[in-house]
């Protein structure tokens, strides 16, 4: 991880500690256990079962409803969205963009081309009113040359 990369996670890691402190509830080690797991892979859109395997990999004992409760709370929080592929709940970061889905492979990966999601945002805008994107996802089939 990078040192901008590790930057960004200690930042949403502070505003978890400062929002949970605003609303009175509790910082417990398995809480900030299961946030820094997740932001330091959100750009891999980690599923439920790689996040539980990695929390379980520094606290065997943890219990699937304890990650899956804090995950839901980190999403009320609004600091990750969640999508879900094939069936699967992917965790995700907040900002604007397109996630792409191989359809063939099952790997989620950001496109993050900032003018492509303004040219998609004035479109359904212009037909909708003001609209705001919560998630775009794009299916595609990725075959061999998908993301590695």
């Keep these: 991880m990078s040192l901008l990369e590790q930057g960004n996670v200690d930042e949403k890691l502070t505003k978890l500690v400062m929002e949970l402190r605003r609303r009175g ?43 899956y409760n804090n995950l839901q709370l980190l999403e009320q929080l609004g600091l990750i969205k969640s999508f879900d592929v094939a069936g699967e709940t992917r965790y995700d970061d907040i900002h604007d963009h397109i996630n792409v889905v191989c359809i063939d492979t099952g790997k989620a990966f950001d496109l993050d081309d900032e003018e492509v999601v303004n040219i998609i945002k004035e479109k359904l805008s212009s037909k909708l009113g003001k609209a705001r994107i919560r998630n775009m996802i794009l299916y595609v089939e990725c075959g061999a040359s998908g993301p590695g």
């Design 25 to 67: 509830l509790r910082i417990t080690a398995q809480r900030l256990a299961i946030a820094k797991i997740v932001f330091e892979n959100i750009k891999d859109h980690p599923s439920f079962m790689q996040i539980l395997e990695k929390v379980r990999s520094s606290m065997p004992g943890i219990s699937p409803s304890t990650v």
